[in-house]
């Protein structure tokens, strides 16, 4: 069982905004290790009409409460007018691989019967992770079969020759208080281009009980097995990580009671928490993690004490 010691809130981009496009939230920090010294952590910053596009705020390793930079533009703004990416984007993951450094984000679009559309794309970076290219104005993970409204690619390993791919997969909508809710289950698939996505793929894991959505997967390689942190919701309101292990990273076996995060008895993270993101750091791990709606208030960080890694396996953050 994990046991997390909350460190506080890292990044408010209300009070520490460098311009129009970072007024507020700090959408599913995503944690990338620079050096020995600094760790990145890239995030989905909104303007004042809510429109998020995706930056980085640089943290002390040692201490991740002292932030060293924040970038002052986007590293990736936007997609063109139509796109699937022109509403917004969160981040997926951000992964060293043959070709540069690739980013998968989840580009957001606004249609009229329907509350948005949400599907992967995927940007290079030759700078170091300083800017991103788009590799396509379009999806490399688009609508298909059971995936007619998200498919959110949240987690991706490369190794032997190959891509691992989890994701969030939605096709319908949770009516709650008059008000629809995206419903979606997280699924998995490999390929060795990401120019030839399969059709076919796995169920990781499903909503269970009042459960109507469960996302955002990440995935690490801790004592020889697969652990997938995630965010689960149910119809009363609940918004809260769980956790699960695998032997395969494909068959999944829940042990949410063993994530060790509680709420806060007051202020940013005291009514949900979300978005949880891992990265080793020396004999510990740092979670970077959003709190009540969705990270409006930015992100936070806790720290546990020393997982053992896979030596077989890189780990990815």
């Known amino acids: 069982m994990f046991a997390w010691t909350k460190r506080g809130l890292v990044f408010e981009p209300a009070r520490r905004g460098v311009g129009g496009w970072m007024q507020h939230s700090a959408l599913t920090p995503t944690p990338y290790r620079l050096n020995d010294e600094a760790i990145r952590v890239y995030a989905g910053f909104r303007d004042a009409q809510g429109v998020s596009r995706i930056g980085y705020v640089d943290v002390l390793a040692e201490d991740p409460l002292v932030v060293l930079r924040v970038s002052a533009e986007p590293v990736l703004e936007i997609g063109r007018g139509g796109c699937f990416d022109d509403n917004g984007m969160i981040l997926g993951d951000v992964v060293q691989a043959p070709g540069g450094l690739h980013m998968f984000y989840v580009g957001f679009q606004r249609v009229a019967k329907a509350k948005f559309l949400a599907f992967t794309g995927l940007a290079l970076s030759s700078d170091g992770g300083e800017s991103f290219q788009r590799r396509q104005e379009t999806p490399i993970l688009d609508r298909a079969p059971g995936r007619s409204t998200i498919a959110a690619v949240h987690s991706a390993m490369w190794a032997n020759g190959r891509w691992r791919l989890w994701y969030a997969v939605g096709d319908d909508w949770e009516q709650i208080g008059g008000q629809p809710y995206p419903r979606y289950h ?38 020889g097995r697969y652990v997938m942190v995630f965010t689960r919701g149910n119809v009363t309101g609940e918004y809260f990580p769980g956790l699960a292990y695998s032997d395969d990273g494909v068959h999944w076996e829940r042990h949410d009671e063993a994530l060790g995060l509680e709420l806060s008895a007051e202020g940013w993270d005291s009514r949900t928490l979300c978005y949880p993101a891992l990265i080793q750091q020396g004999d510990h791990w740092l979670m970077f993690y959003n709190g009540n709606d ?17 030596g077989a396996a890189h780990v990815h953050a």
């Open 294 to 310: 969705m990270g409006m208030d930015g992100f936070g960080v806790a720290e546990t004490a020393a997982v053992h890694v896979d």
């Open 186 to 223: 997280i699924r998995y698939l490999e390929t060795d281009s990401l120019d030839r996505m399969p059709h076919e793929d796995r169920i990781c894991l499903l909503p269970r009980g009042t459960e109507y959505r469960i996302g955002r997967p990440r995935v690490y390689r801790m004592d």
